[in-house]
């Protein structure tokens, strides 16, 4: 059975940081492209960050390139998304995926096809 489990969220103020960690089991990880999303309050669950299974290429949203971190290691099964400058719209539930290498759209929602269940990141103003 595949499981992911997030970790790391919190309450912090704007401009702190934060690291997100999603450790993976019951898979192969290190075939596996790996992606971060999120969902606001109201609104629609979004791509923030992917990485590629052999970690040479990583992918991020135009609202988080610059400030968030997108890394992976596969010794520990485990993907991470730093987190830098947060912003109060950064407040959203945050989500790691894990989509097959062949699967297309390292963006899309319907290319991932294992979840985990989120973790909370709050951002005060």
């Known amino acids: 059975q595949v499981q992911l489990v997030e970790s790391g969220g919190g309450l912090v103020q704007a401009g702190d940081s934060l690291r997100l960690s999603c450790v993976v089991s019951g898979r192969t990880f290190s075939s596996d492209d790996m992606g971060w999303f999120r969902r606001a309050p109201g609104k629609e669950r979004e791509f923030v960050a992917a990485i590629r299974w052999s970690a040479d290429s990583t992918y991020y949203a135009d609202s988080v390139k610059g400030r968030f971190t997108i890394s992976r290691d596969n010794a520990e099964n485990t993907v991470y998304l730093q987190m830098n400058s947060l912003k109060p719209e950064d407040t959203a539930v945050y989500y790691c995926?894990?989509?097959?290498?062949?699967?297309?759209?390292?963006?899309?929602?319907?290319?991932?096809?294992?979840w985990g269940r989120g973790t909370q990141v709050t951002v005060s103003s």
């Open positions: 995926a894990l989509k097959p290498p062949y699967s297309m759209g390292f963006r899309s929602i319907n290319a991932y096809n294992y």
